[in-house]
Structures are given as C-alpha cells and as structure tokens.
C-alpha cells in the first residue's frame, strides 16, 4: 500500500540553526500538508499546498517557515533560525482531493537545544 | 469554544471489551469525519472515514455520525492489547477550508 515517507526521523540542531524536514507523498496525491504535535498535546495544523503555492496556513506558521516542492516527488519543510519551542514531531501527510482524508508520515522528531 | 472536543482519557479496559470513543462538535458545517489511531511516536494512521450520518462498519470497528446532536463516535468491539494507542477524531468543514480540525485524542489502554 502507497505511504508518505518523511526523512529524517529524528533530527537534533542547535537553536538558531536552518533545519529542513523532507517527505515524499504519495504518489498520485495532489493536496500536501505539514502538522505540528508538541509531546502530550494535540496535532496542530501548519500549512497547506497545492498546485505548487500555498492554499492556507495557520498561525503558527509565520515568516521562519517555508514550504516547497522542489521536484515531483518531494515535499519539504524549512525553519529558518528553530527556536527552542521549535521541538516537536512534525508530521507530512498527503490527500487526493479536497475533503478526502490525509494520509501521515510517520513523522520527523525535532530536538531544538 | 473548542470546536472539536475529545476526552483525553487514559481509558482502561480488559481485553475483549466494546470500546466507545467520542467526540463532539461545535461547526455544524463540519461534513467529513474521520478517526486515526496513533501510536507512540508514530503518525496517525486512518481507520475510518465517513461522511452522513449512521454507522459505517469496518471489521472490529464501527463509526457513527450524528449530525442532529453534533457526536461522533468510535465503537471496537473485542479490544486487544494491540488496540492500545491514541485514537483522534478529525473532522473536515465543507465549504471554505478543508483543512482537517483533530480532537485532542483519547488514550486507550487494554490490558490482558
């Protein structure tokens, strides 16, 4: 069965350092999506893609983020200067149509120290 | 107002106990509902997805919409162990933003 992957699972930076997080959706997906879980609390919207700009972002994600699409397979995350706060998982997922359900990654582990 | 609610638990039970997970909602816009089950440090994992109101069967696990009183819920019936994770409600508006609203999550714990 198709699954998003995301690469690396586990990365550790020191604040104020550029971290991209990756992710390859599946494959015959159009509507790409990064989330946000800070440990014990609940999975927190960050952004939306499509046809290769952004369709809607949420609060959290403001000017240190950024999202792209580079080639036709990958999906990328970057924080420009991570904050402590920064740590959370962050999760990838991908969806054939508008109001069809998201398909996760498994997700990246972000230690900011 | 929280627009999607979810007791966290942890709920407990015995191994071959019905379950009943539940959340409730706020936007009577909310149109597409879904149910994931998360495991410890993995991504949520669909197990359910519906859209009108009733039940929608699938092996062990049974989804139930009711609009009219804007409560869904999530039935396993012969809980195993391996059952025990995080399970999340998420429902999708229709109109404007189809951005998916996660409940908080409900801890599920079968013990042998």
């Known amino acids: 069965e198709p699954e998003v992957t995301q690469t690396p699972s586990h990365q550790v930076t020191q604040m104020g350092q550029e971290v991209i997080l990756r992710c390859v959706p599946i494959s015959n997906h159009l509507y790409f999506y990064w989330y946000r879980q800070i440990l014990g609390q609940k999975v927190e919207f960050l952004v939306s893609f499509y046809n290769n700009e952004i369709s809607e972002k949420s609060e959290i994600f403001d000017d240190q983020f950024s999202v792209e699409r580079p080639d036709g397979s990958n999906f990328t995350l970057k924080i420009r200067s991570t904050k402590l706060e920064d740590s959370a998982m962050y999760f990838c997922a991908s969806s054939g149509a508008q109001n069809s359900p998201l398909h996760f990654g498994n997700g990246t582990r972000l230690t900011v120290t | 107002q929280k627009e999607v609610e979810q007791d966290p638990g942890p709920l407990s039970v015995p191994e071959g106990a019905i379950v009943s997970l539940n959340c409730t909602y706020s936007n009577s816009a909310f149109q597409y509902f879904m149910w994931y089950r998360q495991y410890s440090r993995k991504g949520p994992e669909l197990l359910m997805y519906t859209y009108s109101s009733g039940n929608k069967e699938d092996g062990r696990f049974t989804a139930q919409v009711d609009k009219s009183s804007k409560y869904i819920s999530l039935f396993i019936r012969d809980s195993q162990p391996s059952d025990s994770a995080t399970y999340l409600c998420?429902?999708?508006?229709?109109?404007?933003?189809?951005?998916?609203?996660f409940g908080r999550g409900t801890s599920l714990i079968v013990h042998p």
């Open positions: 998420a429902i999708i508006a229709s109109g404007g933003s189809y951005i998916p609203t």
